[in-house]
């Protein structure tokens, strides 16, 4: 089946306590992203890989850190997380780059930093 | 730069109703325009694309939307609501990031929760 995994769902943890949200895609798809939802603000892109060793940022890269070193893997790392990083994150894949393709999206993990 | 706006974050129908969920966009280039649905504790899921093949657009589960490129807008609707259609709808805006081939982005509205009524 054609998925994006995170893990973990849920995460509660300590302010500066660095963590590791996963993500993975089974459907060699080149274009990754990293998006955390906020109520009233939408999605807003984290940051983004375009291929294997090419990421950038997005609109709200600040406290956040990315790798792509396989192709199907792309983590999200908060160095030092603080209490306004306390959101829902999704990874999401795409085909490509291209404008008209469908992005797939992971089931979300939400993060509590206390 | 792209965006999108959704009117009104939360929208009541009652079952068997109409449903119209409202999006405006902005996009210097023509755009390519998306509706997701996040149905609780889940992740969104595609509900249908507007490519520029045609201007009505049919997706899952009995939606559609129309493009009108004179108003900007590319509104949600559904006939009849049903009870399952209660969920989180997002528009969503694909335009080129930058020049040199760096790929599309995909720009979100800030949703809007459908409740549906008996």
């Known amino acids: 089946e054609a998925q994006v995994t995170q893990n973990p769902r849920y995460l509660i943890t300590v302010t500066g306590k660095k963590l590791t949200v996963t993500c993975s895609q089974n459907?060699?798809?080149?274009?990754m992203s990293w998006y955390r939802q906020d109520p009233g603000l939408g999605l807003r892109q984290i940051y983004y890989?375009?291929?294997?060793?090419?990421?950038d940022k997005g609109d709200v890269p600040e406290g956040y850190k990315v790798s792509r070193k396989e192709k199907r893997n792309f983590p999200l790392i908060l160095e030092s997380p603080s209490p306004n990083q306390t959101s829902l994150y999704f990874c999401?894949?795409?085909?490509?780059?291209?404008?008209?393709?469908?992005?797939?999206f992971g089931q979300g993990t939400r993060l509590t930093v206390v | 730069a792209q965006s999108v706006t959704q009117l009104g974050s939360h929208v009541s129908v009652s079952e068997g109703a109409l449903v119209l969920l409202r999006c405006n966009y902005s996009?210097?280039?023509?755009?390519?325009l998306f509706w997701y649905v996040q149905y609780p504790n889940q992740g969104l899921q595609l509900l249908l694309k507007?490519?520029?093949?045609?201007?009505l657009v049919k997706g899952i589960n009995g939606f559609e939307a129309e493009f009108k490129k004179s108003e900007t807008s590319f509104h949600l609707t559904k006939p009849s609501a049903h009870m399952s259609d209660a969920a989180e709808y997002f528009c969503?805006?694909?335009?080129?990031?930058?020049?040199?081939?760096?790929?599309?982005?995909?720009?979100f509205g800030t949703g809007t929760q459908l409740k549906v009524e008996l």
């Open positions: 999401a894949s795409t085909l490509t780059g291209g404008g008209n393709t469908e992005a797939f």
């Open positions: 890989s375009m291929n294997v060793e090419v990421t």
């Open positions: 507007y490519t520029s093949a045609a201007t």
């Open positions: 996009s210097s280039v023509p755009p390519y």
């Open positions: 969503a805006v694909s335009a080129p990031m930058a020049a040199g081939g760096g790929g599309n982005k995909l720009t």
């Open positions: 459907m060699n798809h080149e274009y």
